[in-house]
């Protein structure tokens, strides 16, 4: 029979940069060169997190201080680099270049807490002109039980605790620079165009899991 220690869920040691070259040359009104420096720039939060990583492993905890601690420093770079990480990810996957529409699931709830689809797009696109250089993301609240949008500057500035994101568009300058210059709101409408709404939708239903088995 298997131990406890046999069961538990497989860690990763290093970070590995997924693959979205697919996206490339497909999304509408994103530059393939938009792309290929976007993914340069997602594999150097990648090599960080994992350089921070063992550093962390290394460096002395003994003088840990808050004014100023070389344990202070890796930790901050640590949330930024690993949000980094992963908000990219996220962003990534839920692009695409096929027609997608979002599941009844996601209408209703999107209806219920917004009031029409119409509003909850316009409501996140605010979000996003919204944030600074950062992040616009639709989560699901645990404890309010509703869909939420929420700015996000940096990688981890204002980042809400347990929310599950579902929608999350990248709004750094270096996303809109290439193709947009300043035009934000023009990238953002661009975005729009190429969200891959059966992704949204299944982050949203794995939340529902009791639901979905009645
Ligand atoms: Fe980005």
């Given at each position: 029979m298997a131990s406890i220690k046999e069961k538990l869920p497989?860690?990763?040691?290093?970070?590995?940069?997924?693959?979205?070259?697919?996206?490339?040359?497909?999304?509408?009104?994103?530059?393939?060169?938009?792309m290929e420096l976007h993914f340069k720039l997602y594999n150097g939060y990648v090599m960080k997190t994992n350089q921070i990583n063992q550093l962390l492993k290394e460096v002395d905890i003994s003088t840990a201080n808050h004014n100023y601690s070389d344990l202070r420093e890796l930790l901050i770079e640590k949330s930024h680099n690993?949000?980094?990480?992963?908000?990219?990810?996220?962003?990534?996957?839920?692009?695409?270049?096929?027609?997608?529409?979002?599941?009844?699931?996601?209408?209703?709830?999107?209806?219920?807490?917004?009031?029409?689809?119409?509003?909850?797009?316009?409501?996140?696109?605010?979000?996003?002109?919204?944030?600074?250089?950062?992040?616009?993301?639709?989560?699901?609240?645990?404890?309010d039980g509703k869909i939420n949008n929420f700015a996000i500057d940096q990688h981890d500035l204002h980042m809400p605790a347990f929310v599950i994101?579902?929608?999350?568009?990248?709004?750094?300058?270096?996303?809109?620079?290439?193709d947009y210059g300043i035009d934000k709101p023009a990238y953002i409408d661009a975005i729009f165009e190429n969200i891959d709404w059966h992704v949204v939708s299944r982050r949203l239903e794995n939340q529902f899991s009791d639901l979905l088995s009645e």
């Open positions: 497989k860690t990763v040691e290093k970070y590995e940069t997924k693959d979205f070259t697919y996206l490339t040359d497909s999304l509408k009104g994103i530059s393939k060169e938009a690993l949000n980094g990480v992963i908000l990219h990810e996220l962003f990534f996957s839920n692009l695409t270049d096929d027609e997608t529409k979002p599941s009844e699931i996601l209408k209703s709830v999107v209806e219920r807490d917004f009031g029409s689809w119409d509003k909850y797009i316009e409501n996140i696109k605010a979000c996003a002109k919204a944030s600074r250089a950062g992040w616009a993301i639709s989560a699901y609240n645990f404890r994101p579902i929608l999350i568009i990248d709004v750094w300058e270096h996303a809109h620079i290439t």
